[in-house]
């Protein structure tokens, strides 16, 4: 059954009805407060306004977005390059040496906006895949235009439905829009793709209220993926009034001959969206490109809601520069399918269980003591993702660095098992 996130309900609370009946001074105290006047004081307190309160349902549900350790800090204790930093799938290879080239020719531009078009990378971009510009849409990061879809479609009294274990962010979308979330059950753990999407049940989980279904292919945490057989069929029975987001952050990277990306299936379906980033096999993930394709007229509506200046210069220099160097694209997937599929026997070779993957991570369940191992991991300098928050506290999930960044993780994965 579809598990649905309901509001959380809440009392109302006195804050606001006490600050109107405050008497004069102390209003005039409550007026310098708010306004950050407090007289030899940097730190300005809330003044007695409840400000979750004030923030639409929604928000007042939601839980920030966990990024993981704080990486700024690790790095200044532990020495640069002295920490292996595994923990957000960032790719270990670095983008193509052209994106370096484009970077600095667009440096002199520095005091101009962005292209707010971002005209030559939308073109660059239809050229790759074959589509018309006017179906794409650029994000500040694929994370961006996540949310912006919620936003923009999803509302209160709607739902968004996405798989139990897919990617954070979905739920996120959702709340921050004021919709409900519902998750579906996903495959077991001893399905071929543990804890995958199951897109039966996903579809059993849409009704004539839901909006949106994400869908992430190969999915992040679980690294599993679908192909067209299991998503034709799926987008065959959803309502035209459900649009259907399929998140490919991953798909470069995915070679298996069941994988299948929802690129193709455009043409026919006008409700189905596809995201894309720069973050993962093209390494720009510092420069925050993601681009979203679908049917021109549902991009115009998204259009009015971006933020004119989304997209930065030297990110849309730079991405232009990676689409078009292929042979760094194709060096970069081969190593990171070699180097995981090393890593994953490593580990395997000591006990440890992984889920296929077709990305730059693996899901691997440490079993019981997984939450204690990771600290102690941390503590001597190798950064993880903790699985707790999406309800897989026996696991971690470790990107796939380089070889010499997978040797030292588990150099000092064997010390702290010893
Ligand atoms: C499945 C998936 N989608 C989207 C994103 C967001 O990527 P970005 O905002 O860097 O494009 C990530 C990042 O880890 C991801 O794993």
């Known amino acids: 059954m579809a598990v649905r996130v309901l509001h959380r309900r809440r009392r109302p609370r006195a804050g606001i009805a006490v600050a109107r009946c ?30 979750e309160r004030l923030a639409h349902a929604g928000v007042r549900r939601l839980r920030a977005y966990d990024p993981g350790h704080d990486l700024v800090a690790l790095r200044r204790r532990f020495g640069a390059g002295e920490l292996v930093e595994l923990g957000s799938n960032e790719n270990p ?64 009294g709607a739902d968004v439905v996405a798989s139990q ?4 962010v979905y739920a996120l979308a959702a709340q921050a829009a004021g919709a409900d979330f519902v998750a579906a059950p996903a495959y077991g753990r001893e399905h071929a793709m543990p804890r995958g999407h199951d897109l039966d049940a996903i579809a059993a989980a849409i009704s004539l209220t839901t909006r949106l279904v994400y869908l992430a292919n190969p999915n992040n945490p679980t690294g599993t993926w679908f192909g067209a057989d299991a998503l034709k069929p799926l987008l065959a029975r959803v309502p035209d009034t459900t649009l259907v987001v399929v998140d490919e952050a991953y798909a470069e990277m995915a070679d298996a001959p069941d994988y299948a990306s929802a690129l193709p299936l455009l043409a026919e379906h006008p409700n189905l969206i596809v995201t894309r980033t720069f973050s993962k096999a093209y ?33 849309l220099a730079a991405a232009e520069a990676a689409l078009g160097d292929v042979e760094h694209l194709r060096t970069t997937c081969e190593a990171n399918a070699r180097e995981r ?9 000591r006990g440890i269980v992984c889920a296929p ?21 941390v503590a001597r300098g190798a950064v993880l993702r ?19 960044e997978n040797a030292r993780l588990l150099r000092i994965l064997d010390e702290v098992r010893a």
């Open 22 to 51: 405050a008497g004069r001074s102390e209003r005039k105290r409550g007026r310098r407060a708010r306004s950050g006047i407090v007289p030899g004081r940097r730190v300005v307190s809330a003044g007695g306004i409840d400000f």
């Open 93 to 156: 290879y670095g983008p193509s040496p052209r994106v370096r080239e484009a970077v600095l020719a667009a440096m002199g531009d520095l005091h101009r906006y962005p292209d707010p078009l971002g005209g030559d990378l939308k073109r660059a971009l239809a050229a790759t895949h074959g589509v018309e510009a006017a179906r794409i849409l650029l994000g500040n990061g694929s994370h961006e235009l996540l949310m912006q879809f919620a936003q923009v479609f999803a509302a209160p």
């Open 165 to 168: 274990y897919g990617f954070a």
């Open 283 to 315: 390494a720009l993930a510092g420069l925050r490109i993601g681009y979203a394709i679908a049917h021109p007229d549902l991009i115009a509506v998204m259009e009015r809601v971006r933020e004119s200046f989304n997209v930065n210069a030297l990110g």
């Open 341 to 349: 599929a090393a890593l994953a026997a490593a580990l395997h070779e």
């Open 357 to 377: 993957s077709q990305t730059n991570f693996l899901l691997a369940e440490f079993g019981a003591d997984s939450i204690a191992l990771e600290r102690e991991l």
């Open 386 to 404: 903790p699985m707790a928050g999406y309800g897989l506290p026996d696991s971690l999930r470790i990107t796939v660095g380089d070889a010499a």
